[in-house]
């Protein structure tokens, strides 16, 4: 039960960030955006490495001096992945007025919620790969460690939530209440995305030290091909970069304190 709601965290943290459209009028201004933009990135980025890239090679001590070698691979596995998934799943980005993936006859409303989905995935591979960790009892990740983390994707998914429900109702036409569970939705593939990968390594413990870099990889590559250049469009880019500064202290603090 305890690993249930573990992976759920996320998606309650996306959800909540959606019902911001019936408590907001507008769209959120683009200073506000890029922090929160830049926030997210942080929270990644700081999860990459203190939940992930460090454990992947402590896991791996056995290897002398070759323990860096599951977490290169795995890493580079992990953005390749998502660079795959990047050009065969057609969706578009908030700012941009140009499709991306294959051509597609789907409306604007559901390419947004696609580009965020894929946003999504990485993050909750890297929830459940850590519950996997913790379940195998050799890894040495904590309850405390793995919360912190869905704690700490929580608490980024929540800005997202409220920067894909909100532009949905204002820009796209639909109603509070449909761009809500749209906003919503885009956050199911997480839990998803964790129970797979704890499946996956229960059967696959040797492997774990790959699964918990190709997370990192996968998230890695969200923030620099996606995040990061939204965060630093336009005027003021300064204001991704303090919010980036700041989510990845808050992470790096929750990580280290809590795991």
Known sequence: MDILIGIMIPFIGTTL????????KDKIRPGIQKVLLGFASGVMVAASVWSLLIPAIELSDDMGKFSFVPAAVGMLIGMAFLLL????????????NTPEGPVSSCRKSTMLILAVTLHNIPEGMAVGVVFAGLL?????????????????????????????????????????WRAFLMGSLSGVVEPLGAAAMILLAQYFVPVLPYLLAFAAGAMIYVVVEELIPEASEGEHSNLGTMGFAIGFVLMMILDVALG
């Open 17 to 24: 960030g959606s019902a911001c459209v019936f408590f907001l």
């Open 136 to 176: 195998s009892g050799e890894s040495g990740i904590t309850m405390t460690g793995a919360v912190a983390l869905a704690l700490g994707m929580a608490i980024q998914n929540f800005p997202e939530g409220a920067i894909i429900s909100m532009p949905l109702k204002s820009e796209g036409g639909v109603s509070r």
């Open 85 to 96: 998934l990047d050009k065969r799943v057609p969706h578009q980005h908030l700012e941009c």
